[in-house]
């Protein structure tokens, strides 16, 4: 198994240090960078496993960063701040982050944070790679899981997010069967997170659906695909069709 490679981006530079020279001691291959232009730099160079991402950056926007690398790159992101608060925990996952811890953090915590994530996204990768080999339709719509591209009905490619894409499996899997936000956060593998809440959890599930919809909905304020299912949660409500690729 490769070692991680960990890029630790933070303006302040004993902060940096700390968290790269931590993180090495504990079996993994942390890069240290401080803006933006660092980060792509990084990320053009060689692989990248996680990215750890404080939301204040002196004169750059953390959580502008992290929706403009989810645009081009499905790597997963852990927001580190100082803002704690469930609101500004919420703008990291609407963003596309994959955690948010807060600081001051036990390293320890941080770690462990660390490996989770990278668990679920080699987990998520090998299933997809090992046993998802089919085709999926629903409204037009095309889902190869082997390759995790989505096509329109006009036959266009949108780009998903990982945290995207494993919400359409879920619900490509449920067809016409009322979830709820526990059971799809379950399902992501997304409830190990002690310090979110259960009201947190299910607010970072509407925000997941919301921008989901946004991609596969004609008009998203009036869903016809991901519809709300009231007082419960939500239901995929198209057939979907499945083929071996």
């Known amino acids: 198994m490769a070692i991680p490679r960990i890029l630790v981006v933070d303006d302040d530079a004993d ?18 960078a401080a803006t933006e232009r660092e980060v792509l730099a990084h990320l053009e160079d060689g692989r990248v496993d996680l990215i750890l991402l404080d939301v204040m950056l002196g004169d750059e926007n953390g959580l502008e960063i992290c929706g403009r690398l989810r645009n081009e790159q499905d790597v997963p992101v852990i927001m580190v701040s100082a803002l704690s608060a469930d609101h500004q925990r919420m703008e990291g996952y609407a963003v596309g982050a994959d ?13 462990a944070r660390v490996k989770a994530v990278l668990s679920r996204a080699r987990r998520s990768s090998s299933l997809v790679h090992r046993r998802n ?52 956060a379950t399902a992501l593998d997304v409830t190990g997170d002690s310090a979110q809440s259960s ?47």
């Open 15 to 32: 902060m940096r240090q700390m968290m790269t020279q931590f993180l090495r001691q504990s079996g993994t291959i942390a890069l240290p």
């Open 99 to 111: 955690d948010y811890i807060a600081k001051p953090f036990n390293p320890e915590l941080l770690l």
């Open 133 to 184: 080999t089919k085709t999926f339709t629903f409204a037009g719509w095309t889902y190869h899981a082997k390759t995790e591209e989505v096509l329109s009905p006009d036959n266009v490619q949108v780009a998903l997010s990982r945290r995207e894409i494993a919400l359409l499996q879920v619900l490509l899997a449920n067809p016409h069967i009322p979830l709820t936000r526990a059971e799809i």
């Open 199 to 245: 009201e947190a959890m299910g607010r970072s599930i509407d925000v997941l659906v919301g921008r989901l919809r946004g991609k596969i909905e004609i008009n998203p304020k009036a869903p016809q695909i991901l519809k709300t299912e009231r007082g419960l949660g939500y239901v995929f409500s198209v057939d979907v069709a499945a083929r071996d690729s």
